[in-house]
């Protein structure tokens, strides 16, 4: 059972890119088959940046875990700092023309989101599973879905492009406020 619950943010993190990819194309439909096109090669390229992520930050949940269960406090801050700090497709040219600025806006989220995943993993190895997950569906769902609804509505397709880099913003903060909120409430 505990492990089950403990590895439960994992498991929600991956279900939510399933999601996440169905809510953003009912938003580009209305656009074209090219924006959606287009937002499945950058999906594969994201891809590509998140695995290599997601494989550091799984090497360094168990290390995490282990210093936590061992009361080591100091190595496991440790862990988190040295784990954050490591934190082309073939395309029309109707894809081209649209796709080199939706890249540049996207590709702003991955400032942030390395740090809000990071800190959800350090939440998971220190069994703050519920602040795990709430993390991760911040990310994926309760801030991305209502930016694109939001940012589609006031920028058309550059709206959809700005709103993951505004989910994952709000996400960042959410989990900073989180780390903060934790760190204290142990410190007391």
Same mark, same amino acid.
């Given at each position: 059972?505990? !492990?089950?619950?403990?590895?439960? %943010?994992?498991? !929600? ?6 999601? =996440?990819?169905?809510?953003?194309? *009912? ?20 891809? *590509? !940046? ?10 360094? &949940?168990?290390? =995490? ?29 109707? =894809? ?36 795990? =997950?709430? !993390? ?9 879905? %209502?930016?694109?609804?939001? &940012? ?12 993951? %880099? ?9 989990? &900073? ?12």
């Amino acid at each position: 059972r505990r !492990i089950f619950a403990f590895g439960l %943010p994992s498991f !929600i993190m991956n279900a939510l890119s399933s999601f =996440m990819v169905t809510f953003v194309n *009912l938003f580009l439909v209305a656009y074209s088959d090219t924006a959606i096109a287009f937002f499945g090669a950058y999906f594969k390229v994201q891809q *590509l !940046i998140v695995m290599t992520v997601n494989g550091l930050i799984q090497g360094c &949940l168990p290390v =995490m875990r282990f210093n936590y269960g061992a009361g080591n406090s100091e190595r496991l801050h440790s862990a988190f700092r040295y784990g954050t700090a490591l934190g082309l497709f073939t395309a029309s040219e109707t =894809m081209r023309s649209f796709g080199i600025s939706a890249m540049r806006i996207m590709a702003a989220s991955y400032l942030f989101c390395g740090l809000s995943t990071m800190i959800s993993t350090y939440f998971q190895a220190t069994e703050k599973v519920g602040s795990s =997950m709430a !993390i991760q569906l911040c990310r994926q769902m309760l801030f991305l879905v %209502p930016a694109l609804w939001c &940012l589609d509505k006031l920028f058309h397709l550059n709206g959809i492009w700005l709103a993951f %880099p505004v989910a994952e913003t709000a996400t960042l903060l959410v989990a &900073l406020v989180m780390m903060a909120w934790h760190r204290r409430k142990n410190i007391s």
